[in-house]
T-cell receptor, first 113, second 111 residues
Framework: EAEVAQSPRYKITEKSQAVAFWCDPI?????LYWYRQILGQGPELLVQFQDESVVDDSQLPKDRFSAERLKGVDSTLKIQPAELGDSAMYLC???????????FGDGTRLSIL | KQEVTQIPAALSVPEGENLVLNCSFT??????LQWFRQDPGKGLTSLLLIQSSQREQTSGRLNASLDKSSGRSTLYIAASQPGDSATYLCAVVAAGNKLTFGGGTRVLVKP
């Protein structure tokens, strides 16, 4: 069973609505990553945190997506407003530091109607 | 920009056959390469990690090779079993622990 916790496991919502995902990394892991995986493709990095700071958000669509890790532990990824093309699996991963392997959670499957 | 390609996209074999999964990448400036397994609707489970200085890595029935100069890695799974049915993803790791994934190979092992 994955040690990185994500919730919810599934989310169905209508376009234009707001949606939020939560991730709790492995205890003590300083680096946290959010990925988006479109069906049939590999995951793509959206944002990387080191503690509470954003290290890389170059692929995050900032007009509608936001991410935070206020206390450097758990993290929230938000989409507002959601669009049909946002339907995907959203994966969270963590590593003890930026040089160690990443451990993945089971993801949140998002469906936009 | 690094690009990672996995061929074939899907593979079906009878139980007991060996599996050969291919991964190619365009930029050889990598720190390591990882192979992951993904079951339907689940996250990624790391199978093998090969450092850029290594040529291969083995774990049980799994063996992964790396030829950095030619930008290729191969995952071999010996004596396949129905439980090996899953999607297998390779990812190259560059500076800053950035993973670039291939599109995956979907494997079906038929009993």
């Amino acid at each position: 069973e994955a040690e990185v916790a994500q919730s919810p496991r599934y989310k169905i919502t209508e376009k234009s609505q707001a949606v939020a995902f939560w991730c709790d990394p492995i205890s003590g892991h300083a680096t946290l990553y959010w990925y988006r995986q479109i069906l049939g493709q590999g995951p793509e990095l959206l944002v990387q945190f080191q503690d509470e700071s954003v290290v890389d958000d170059s692929q995050l669509p900032k007009d509608r997506f936001s991410a935070e890790r206020l206390k450097g532990v758990d993290s929230t990824l938000k989409i507002q407003p959601a669009e049909l093309g946002d339907s995907a699996m959203y994966l969270c991963a963590s590593s003890s530091n930026s040089n160690q392997p990443q451990h993945f959670g089971d993801g949140t499957r998002l469906s936009i109607l | 920009k690094q690009e990672v390609t996995q061929i074939p996209a899907a593979l079906s074999v009878p139980e007991g056959e060996n599996l050969v999964l291919n991964c190619s990448f365009t930029d050889s400036a990598i720190y390591n390469l990882q192979w992951f397994r993904q079951d339907p609707g689940k996250g990624l489970t790391s199978l093998l990690l090969i450092q850029s200085s290594q040529r291969e890595q083995t774990s049980g029935r799994l063996n992964a090779s790396l030829d950095k100069s030619s930008g290729r890695s191969t995952l071999y799974i010996a004596a396949s079993q129905p439980g090996d049915s899953a999607t297998y993803l390779c990812a190259v790791v560059a500076a800053g622990n950035k993973l670039t994934f291939g599109g995956g190979t979907r494997v079906l092992v038929k009993p």
